[in-house]
């Protein structure tokens, strides 16, 4: 039992690591690809940014946390390490073949996808998911698709001829986003490191202790940078100005903190990839093709994987 749940508590980490760095590049895409920043200096903004909004989220918006915390609820400590343990392993596999082919996945999808699987997996008499918490989870993160694509919209009326020096601006609307990242993804990982330290039986940890050790983990894959993610979000997806970028990071960054704001938790990706179609030019209908497929597979895959995982741990 001991070793499932010290498995638990690495693979929590593992995701929080991809999550770090195959998510978060999402931020930087437009300021990189618009030229306001370079790459290297973006990867070290996201990973502060992200590291201070984790952190900071823990004492300004637990109720995200919380939320993803009610999804499932588990009888026995054993089995729900197990479907942890498969539901992770799922999200980790599912992150890093998407970033192979630069194709940015939202983890909260696979979050959702993968404890479902588990939970599905170990039966009623041993999990138990919540339909309203699961419902209120799903809705908002499809409900960030057109939010995103209205607010970039907007805020491209709303600055474009108005906004002088729109690239020194978004280096400050990159780090914005990148703030919020931290903030929505943080408190969704910080919901899983809670739940593996009690399986034995009591908290062991404090709360910001574990928001903390997520900051870190989630700003060190940051640092290690999604080149292939930024190159696809920030240069192939559309044609964006310094002006176009700046309203697509001031979109996606006005329905995270909305959502955050709620306790609603938001998929980061959604947001900006669907702010930067709002805001920019030019969409490319093959790569946006490319980035619904890879979403639209995330449920079917994580949530499989998750099930065939913990029925071979269980079993």
């Given at each position: 039992?001991?070793?499932?749940?010290?498995?638990?508590?690495?693979?929590?980490?593992?995701?929080?690591?991809?999550?770090?760095?195959?998510?978060?590049?999402?931020?930087?895409?437009?300021?990189?690809?618009?030229?306001?920043?370079?790459?290297?200096?973006?990867?070290?903004?996201?990973?502060?940014?992200?590291?201070?909004?984790?952190?900071?989220a823990?004492l300004?918006?637990?109720?995200?946390?919380?939320?993803?915390?009610?999804?499932?609820?588990?009888?026995?400590?054993?089995?729900?390490?197990?479907?942890?343990?498969?539901?992770?392993?799922?999200?980790?596999?599912?992150?890093?073949?998407?970033?192979?082919?630069?194709?940015?996945?939202?983890?909260?999808?696979?979050?959702?996808?993968?404890?479902?699987?588990g939970?599905?997996?170990?039966?009623?008499?041993?999990?138990?998911?919540?339909?309203?918490?699961?419902?209120?989870?799903?809705?908002?993160?499809?409900?960030s698709?057109?939010?995103?694509?209205?607010?970039?919209?907007?805020?491209?009326?709303?600055?474009?001829?108005?906004?002088?020096?729109?690239?020194?601006?978004?280096?400050?609307?990159?780090?914005?986003?990148?703030?919020?990242?931290?903030?929505?993804?943080?408190?969704?990982?910080?919901?899983?490191?809670?739940?593996?330290?009690?399986?034995?039986?009591?908290?062991?940890?404090s709360?910001?202790?574990?928001?903390?050790?997520?900051?870190?983990?989630?700003?060190?894959?940051?640092?290690?940078?999604?080149?292939?993610?930024?190159?696809?979000?920030?240069?192939?997806?559309?044609?964006?100005?310094?002006?176009?970028?700046?309203?697509?990071?001031?979109?996606?960054?006005?329905?995270?903190?909305?959502?955050?704001?709620?306790?609603?938790p938001?998929?980061?990706?959604?947001?900006?990839?669907?702010?930067?179609?709002?805001?920019?030019?030019?969409?490319?209908?093959?790569?946006?093709?490319?980035?619904?497929?890879?979403?639209?597979?995330?449920?079917?895959?994580?949530?499989?994987?998750?099930?065939?995982?913990?029925?071979?741990?269980?079993?």
């Amino acid at each position: 039992m001991t070793m499932t749940v010290h498995l638990a508590r690495l693979l929590v980490l593992a995701v929080i690591f991809v999550n770090g760095w195959t998510d978060a590049p999402n931020a930087i895409a437009t300021a990189v690809g618009s030229g306001a920043l370079t790459f290297r200096r973006g990867v070290w903004l996201a990973a502060a940014c992200n590291f201070a909004g984790a952190a900071l989220a823990c004492l300004c918006f637990p109720a995200v946390a919380d939320t993803m915390g009610e999804l499932v609820s588990f009888s026995d400590p054993g089995s729900a390490a197990a479907a942890l343990n498969a539901a992770l392993l799922a999200i980790v596999l599912w992150a890093v073949s998407a970033w192979r082919f630069g194709l940015p996945t939202s983890e909260s999808h696979a979050l959702l996808a993968g404890l479902s699987g588990g939970a599905l997996a170990l039966g009623a008499g041993a999990a138990q998911l919540s339909a309203g918490a699961w419902l209120r989870a799903l809705a908002w993160l499809a409900l960030s698709l057109p939010a995103g694509v209205a607010a970039g919209r907007l805020f491209r009326r709303a600055i474009t001829g108005r906004v002088r020096r729109a690239a020194a601006w978004q280096r400050y609307a990159a780090a914005l986003t990148a703030l919020l990242h931290g903030v929505q993804d943080g408190q969704k990982f910080l919901a899983l490191l809670l739940l593996t330290d009690g399986l034995d039986g009591e908290q062991s940890s404090s709360r910001l202790a574990l928001a903390l050790l997520t900051a870190g983990v989630m700003a060190l894959g940051t640092a290690l940078g999604g080149r292939p993610i930024v190159e696809k979000v920030g240069s192939e997806l559309a044609s964006l100005s310094p002006a176009d970028g700046l309203a697509a990071d001031l979109g996606a960054g006005a329905v995270l903190l909305v959502c955050s704001a709620l306790g609603l938790p938001a998929s980061t990706t959604h947001a900006k990839v669907s702010a930067v179609c709002g805001a920019g030019r030019g969409a490319d209908k093959r790569v946006m093709a490319q980035m619904a497929g890879a979403w639209v597979l995330t449920f079917p895959a994580c949530g499989g994987m998750a099930f065939l995982l913990t029925k071979i741990m269980i079993g």
